[in-house]
């Protein structure tokens, strides 16, 4: 099986992953509704986000969500082309097939209910973190991956170019 194959399959497992955990959410809470999993620190909820992270632009009045789901597109489509074109190294590549499963799982809700559905929330006494979603973190655990997979290619960049001088 080629290797650009299982990129794909990790994108698509993200985004089935994603709009299976958003669609039992949808059938089984009601707006704002919390069922507290682990005390004092996770609950599972229902909320809608129509803007981006920490709910950034969600009162713009709508065109946000022809942005964002635009900008989950372009940045997809660059990301796979990197992967086509082996831009990245293996843990870049997997970072970003983690990122376009995300942006597209995120898209999806934007074109099918007009925002993201999110139902995770994580908190601590008077501490809460913004209610988000399986796409977000496959989002953010993809982005860390492409950032470290650039700094370990960058560096092998500049010790190849450095032995090269000598």
């Not at 006494?125 to 979603?133: I, R």
């Not at 655990?141 to 000598?166: C, P």
Request: with cysteine; proline share 2%.
């Amino acid at each position: 099986m080629s290797s650009k194959i299982s990129y794909l399959l990790l994108a698509l497992s993200a985004i089935a992953l994603d709009q299976i955990t958003k669609i039992w959410t949808l059938a089984n809470f009601q707006y704002q509704k919390r069922v507290n999993i682990i005390p004092n620190f996770f609950d599972w909820t229902l909320v809608f986000n129509p803007g981006a992270a920490f709910s950034f632009l969600a009162d713009q009045g709508g065109w946000q969500k022809y942005f964002f789901l635009t900008l989950a597109l372009v940045i997809s489509g660059y990301l796979w082309r990197g992967i086509v074109k082996n831009d990245f190294a293996r843990w870049g590549k997997i970072g970003a097939a983690m990122i376009i499963g995300g942006a597209i799982g995120n898209a999806i809700d934007r074109v099918a209910y007009g925002h993201v559905v999110d139902f995770l929330l994580f908190y601590w006494q008077d501490w809460y973190y913004p209610a988000f979603n399986i796409a977000d973190s496959f989002i953010c655990v993809g982005a860390v991956l492409l950032i470290l997979d650039g700094f370990s290619s960058k560096h092998k960049k500049n010790v190849a170019a450095e032995n090269q001088a000598v």
